[in-house]
Structures are given as structure tokens and as C-alpha cells.
């Protein structure tokens, strides 16, 4: 069963994807402001079993995608992690011997079928096509052979990125992250229940039907069990945590001309086994 965070008659609500729409369920568990609160409490088993049998209470059309975990105390994500991408820096290494880390904001993400926003400051804005980890349970100094038991869900991201603005500084590409709706997350997360989830998936992303990025997770250079055992040895992780896993080679910087992202354009973010992001184009009003 897949779970969403949606907005409504005005209210932001979370609960079941199923066919034909999405079962509100926040009503049933009070004590659960968010996805995240379930997800700390290790509670959506109890979603999916308040969900059998119910029927849609928002049909398709009748809601807006919001961020799956609307308020995640980290989202950490990983650079230059497939072998292709990182060939494109061109510094003789086959392989760095640690994981680029920059953080995002959860301002600078919007939903499933929303609209990225190209500000007036720069037209360079780009596409990166990711896995996005959830975690579920915290820790600190996480073994590696242990670190995908601390993963409750996956979801997908579009780590969208002004690339003129990444290069505003000599080490730092913060800047060029963190856009007010320049990305997107959703569009909903998959229980995580078995390494295979992750281990080795077909990762794609399409501007207009067109394929840009195609690679598979059993290339990452740093895999999702290795990130989560690195990141956890300088800081703690927490339930609701998100780690964006890294994107394969094809983003519109990389083309000569390069083809950055305009209004009117559709991108599409899709993983076996979690689905299709999709979101548009729009310049800031």
C-alpha cells in the first residue's frame, strides 16, 4: 500500500492511495500530526490495516500532492554517487573515496503534479532524477550491514537545481538548492520491507516523453546502506529523516548547448516499484 500527504477543502491530510483516489486517515490517529509521527511510531502497518475495506473519501482530481513527510527534520542528499556522473568532473578519479553531502530545505520541494518555479534571478533551471529514502527508525553510528533496518519507506525527488547558482561560491553549492519550490518529492512513499527495494532498481527520468537520465541503483557508488552508516557517524538520524540517494548522468547542464528546464515543460521521475513523479514548469509570478 503506498501513503501520501494531500491538501483538501483547505486542510492537509494523510493517508491511502488506492485506485480511484485517496482515504483520508488522519481523523483516526490524532496523536499523529504527520506521516512523520507514524512513521516514528513505527505506525504504518496501522494505516494500512484502518484503510482495508474503507472507501475513497477524495476522488482523483480532488486533491492537491503535498510533500510526503511535510516537515522532515533533515533532507540529505548525496552528490556525484554513479560512475558516469562522476566521470563528467573529469578529475582522473574513478571513484572518490567519501560521498558529496549538501542539505535541502523543505521549502525548496513541491508536490506530486505541482509546478516547479523557474525564478527571475536565473534561467538555469535543471532536472535530477532520485530515489528518496525515509527513515524509520534513528541512530547514530549506524553499522553499514545493519543500516537499510533503519529505512521505513522510499519515495521519489526531482532535485532540482539552478546551476549558475551552484557555482556562486568555491565548495558550497547550498545556494543552487535550495529555490523556494525548485524540486519536487512524492508522490507518495512505498513501505520499505525488503533490500530488494533499493538493492538494484531501474531509475529514469523523461522532460516531455523524452528519456534524459537512465541508470540503475546496483551502479551507485555509494550504496543506500553506505550512505545511511556515513551520514549517521557525524549526525544522528531521526524517524522521518529523508536521504536523497543521488542521480545518474543526463541532466540539461550536461548537454552542449545545455537544456535547461522551461515553462510549459513536463519532467518525470520514475522507479520500479515506487512509481512516477511528474511535475511541470512555471516562472515565479
Given at each position: 500500500m503506498r501513503f501520501a500527504t494531500v491538501r483538501a477543502e483547505g486542510r492537509q491530510l494523510y493517508g491511502a492511495v488506492v485506485e480511484g483516489g485517496f482515504v483520508a486517515l488522519s481523523g483516526d490517529f490524532p496523536q499523529w500530526p504527520s506521516l512523520r509521527e507514524v512513521i516514528a511510531a513505527d505506525g504504518l502497518g496501522a494505516l494500512e490495516a484502518a484503510a482495508k475495506g474503507r472507501t475513497v473519501t477524495h476522488p482523483e482530481g480532488g486533491f492537491d500532492w503535498d510533500l510526503p513527510i511535510p516537515a522532515p527534520e533533515k533532507i540529505i542528499c548525496v552528490g556525484v554517487n554513479f560512475p558516469d556522473r562522476n566521470a563528467e568532473y573529469k578529475d582522473g578519479q574513478e571513484a572518490p573515496p567519501n560521498m558529496s553531502l549538501f542539505i535541502r530545505f523543505a521549502r525548496s520541494f513541491t508536490g506530486h503534479g505541482q509546478a516547479l518555479i523557474r525564478p527571475p534571478e536565473t534561467p538555469q533551471l535543471d532536472y535530477e532524477g532520485e530515489i528518496a529514502v525515509v527513515i524509520g527508525?534513528?541512530?547514530?553510528?549506524?553499522?553499514?550491514?545493519?543500516?537499510?533496518?533503519?529505512?521505513?519507506?522510499?519515495?521519489l525527488c526531482n532535485e532540482g537545481t539552478l546551476r549558475d547558482w551552484v557555482r556562486h561560491a568555491k565548495f558550497n553549492v547550498t545556494q543552487g538548492k535550495n529555490w523556494d519550490r525548485s524540486g519536487a518529492m512524492g508522490p507518495w512513499l512505498v513501505p520499505f520491507t525488503d533490500p530488494a527495494q533499493i538493492l538494484d532498481v531501474h531509475l529514469q527520468t523523461r522532460?516531455?516523453?523524452?528519456?534524459?537520465?537512465?541508470?540503475?541503483?546496483?551502479?551507485?557508488?555509494?550504496?543506500?546502506?553506505?550512505?545511511?552508516?556515513?551520514?549517521?557517524?557525524f549526525t544522528t538520524l531521526v524517524p522521518g529523516d529523508i536521504i536523497v540517494t543521488g542521480t545518474p548522468t543526463g541532466a540539461g547542464a550536461r548537454f552542449d548547448p545545455p537544456r535547461y528546464l522551461v515553462p510549459g515543460d513536463v519532467i518525470e521521475v520514475e522507479a520500479e516499484g515506487i512509481g512516477v513523479l511528474r511535475n511541470t514548469v512555471e516562472d515565479e509570478a
Open positions: 527508525k534513528g541512530g547514530r553510528r549506524i553499522a553499514e550491514d545493519q543500516a537499510l533496518d533503519h529505512v521505513a519507506a522510499l519515495s522532460v516531455n516523453g523524452e528519456v534524459r537520465q537512465d541508470d540503475r541503483t546496483g551502479r551507485m557508488l555509494f550504496p543506500v546502506a553506505r550512505q545511511i552508516a556515513y551520514i549517521s557517524t
